[in-house]
């Protein structure tokens, strides 16, 4: 069984570009989110996706971000424009429904270089 | 709002021995998921063990056993015969049961196994 599949895994880029984040979970399991994890430190979670809907996306800079999970499948972040402070590692994660969240799966990850 | 503590930024063993990864967690909700995730340097956030707070008995995965003392809030990772391949970040974090289904991570620990 596949797992999560994130791309691209690296990407520099220069501040004020934009950029974007693809993730495609585990087939089946229609919960997905998105963590952003700063170098050192524990994944903080963005945006969770029960199928097509956003149910919880506090912790997601509106300003500059935004996701879409269309279809209900695969997931795309965006930043625009990015800022120094953009860089880390985001993290994509996707867990059965009914599972209550128990088990997630994480993609590989991207690293992100803004400079 | 629930908070993980892990108070060991870096932790040595030597390769064959056991070595314990502590984490104390704080919450006030009764029913909660408590798990340890292993990150190497590939990035990948890989489950190892979770343990209910209703549970009984100590979770157990192979090499791995969750040391989980409710009074005492704390949910530690044993690792036996420890092996090269062990050496990663591990995290540990919490899901509250129902809730919006948001892990919160510690601050990990870097484990380095010794030859």
């Known amino acids: 069984e596949a797992g999560v599949v994130q791309s691209p895994r690296y990407k520099i880029i220069e501040k004020k570009q934009p950029v974007a984040f693809w993730c495609n979970p585990i087939?089946?399991?229609?919960?997905l989110y998105w963590y952003l994890q700063n170098l050192g430190q524990g994944p903080e979670l963005l945006i969770r996706y029960e199928n097509e809907e956003a149910v919880d996306d506090s912790q997601l800079p509106k300003d500059r971000f935004s996701a879409e999970r269309l279809k209900g499948v695969d997931s795309t972040l965006k930043i625009q424009p990015a800022e120094l402070g953009d860089s880390a590692v985001y993290l994509c994660?996707?867990?059965?429904?009914?599972?209550?969240?128990?088990?997630?799966?994480f993609g590989p990850g991207t690293r992100l270089t803004v400079t | 709002a629930q908070k993980i503590t892990q108070t060991q930024p870096g932790m040595f063993v030597q390769e064959k021995e056991a070595v314990t990864l502590d984490c104390t967690y704080d919450?006030?909700?009764?029913?909660?998921?408590l798990f340890w995730y292993k990150q190497p340097s590939s990035g990948e956030m890989i489950f190892l063990i979770y343990?209910?707070?209703?549970?009984?008995q100590n979770a157990t995965e192979g090499r791995y056993s969750l040391n989980f003392q409710k009074a005492r809030k704390s949910a530690n990772l044993v690792i036996s015969a420890s092996q090269l391949g062990d050496s990663a970040m591990y995290f540990c974090a919490m899901i509250l049961s129902g809730s919006a289904r948001q892990l919160t991570f510690g601050s990990g620990t870097q484990l380095t196994v010794l030859p």
């Open positions: 994660a996707s867990s059965l429904a009914g599972s209550d969240g128990y088990e997630q799966y």
């Open positions: 919450t006030s909700d009764p029913s909660y998921g």
């Open positions: 343990q209910g707070s209703y549970d009984q």
């Open positions: 087939s089946g399991h229609n919960t």
